[in-house]
Structure formats: C-alpha cells, structure tokens
C-alpha cells in the first residue's frame, strides 16, 4: 500500500502559526510515500519540515511562498 500526503495552502507563519497538533501527531517519518503539496508553504522550514517526513516532495509554488529553490 501506498501513502501519499497531499495538502497546501498551510500559509505558514501568516495565517497559522503552525500545523494542527493532532494531524501533526500523525505525520510520522517513513510512514509517506510521497507528499503533494498545491502552494503557499510560504516559508522554507515547513519545506524542510516535510522534507523530513517523506524525501519525495512534490511542490507548485503559490503566490505566497518564498523563494525556495
């Protein structure tokens, strides 16, 4: 079985201060085959945050985020 996280508009630090403690707690390194994300991570760590969960991150960049490159 596989397991893909696909998720965006976290808009973090601006909107949220930080992901969900309660989906956060399910986010476990190795578990993720692979992370989609839409857009508007808006900053570099929650890159590298989902980088950590999964090494296959797949990224559109949104009108909000950083340079990441």
Same mark, same amino acid.
Request: glycine share 6%.
């Given at each position: 079985?596989?397991? $893909?996280?696909?998720? *965006?508009? %976290?808009? =973090?630090?601006?909107?949220?201060?930080? +992901?969900?403690?309660?989906?956060?707690?399910?986010?476990?390194?190795?578990?993720?085959?692979? $992370?989609?994300?839409? *857009?508007? %991570?808006? =900053?570099?760590?929650?890159?590298?945050? +989902?980088?950590?969960?999964?090494?296959?991150?797949?990224?559109?960049?949104?009108?909000?985020?950083?340079?990441?490159?």
């Amino acid at each position: 079985m596989v397991l $893909v996280l696909a998720l *965006g508009d %976290l808009h =973090i630090p601006h909107r949220a201060a930080d +992901l969900p403690p309660k989906f956060k707690s399910m986010l476990v390194p190795g578990m993720i085959q692979h $992370v989609f994300c839409t *857009g508007n %991570l808006c =900053i570099k760590e929650v890159q590298d945050y +989902l980088k950590t969960l999964c090494p296959d991150l797949h990224i559109t960049r949104g009108e909000y985020d950083e340079d990441t490159r």
